[in-house]
């Protein structure tokens, strides 16, 4: 399964809203897919399985969303903690793939 | 706290081997799947490999598949990737990565990543 991340970069000031897509080739089985956030020389951190369960201690502002091919990541207001790199990743299917990420930056 | 540690990364010429190591704390080894996710310098992540919480099945990216073995010695708390005919597409930070239950479900802590460079 292919995953598509949009937009590639989304530029936003703290306290905004940002809403991160991601776009399966075919439909993920059971909803199996998470969201990572990965800051730079960091390993990636779990944030959201099974589309919408937030992982351990990950603050409510995140939020997940979607099923079968559409997904969405908001983040309900940006914290300066948050602006990183984002990806998508479908582990229903064989083999596991990840999307290719889309940047948070600070406007 | 829960801590997975990677070894073995290095420069090796193309067509070389390597051996990468996670070595597993602070949780019950035996009960999770485990895999490795590689990321290119300044590219995104690909998932490369995984195994099983029994360490019987085992799984592999078409990209490495014949080349890379993964495997798990439950004693030592330890995974390994065995990296045969690399090539410079292999290059790449190594995550080591544990599932959150016994399948390869989603990846609920990573380490700290070991880079592997190939070139002449």
């Known amino acids: 399964i292919v995953l598509t991340q949009s937009p590639g970069t989304l530029s936003l000031s703290p306290g905004e809203r940002a809403t991160l897509s991601c776009r399966a080739s075919q439909s993920v089985s059971s909803n199996y897919l998470a969201w990572y956030q990965q800051k730079p020389g960091q390993a990636p951190r779990l944030l959201i399985y099974g589309a919408s369960s937030r992982a351990t201690g990950i603050p409510d502002r995140f939020s997940g969303s979607g099923s079968g091919t559409d997904f969405t990541l908001t983040i309900s207001r940006l914290e300066p903690e948050d602006f990183a790199v984002y990806y998508c990743?479908?582990?229903?299917?064989?083999?596991?793939?990840f999307g290719q990420g889309t940047k948070v930056e600070i406007k | 706290e829960v801590q997975l540690l990677e070894s073995g990364g290095d420069l090796v010429q193309p067509g070389g081997s390597l051996r990468l190591s996670c070595a597993a704390s602070?949780?019950?080894?035996?009960?999770?799947?485990m895999s490795w996710v590689r990321q290119a310098p300044g590219k995104g992540l690909e998932w490369v490999s995984g195994i099983g919480a029994s360490g019987d099945s085992t799984y592999y990216a078409d990209s490495v598949k014949g080349r890379f073995t993964i495997a798990r010695d439950i004693s030592k708390n330890t995974v390994h990737l065995q990296m045969n005919s690399l090539r410079a597409g292999d290059t790449a930070k190594y995550y080591c990565a544990k599932h959150e239950g016994n399948w390869l479900g989603a990846l609920d802590m990573w380490g700290q990543g070991t880079m592997v460079t190939v070139s002449s």
């Open positions: 602070g949780f019950t080894f035996s009960t999770y799947a």
């Open positions: 990743q479908q582990y229903g299917n064989s083999p596991r793939t």
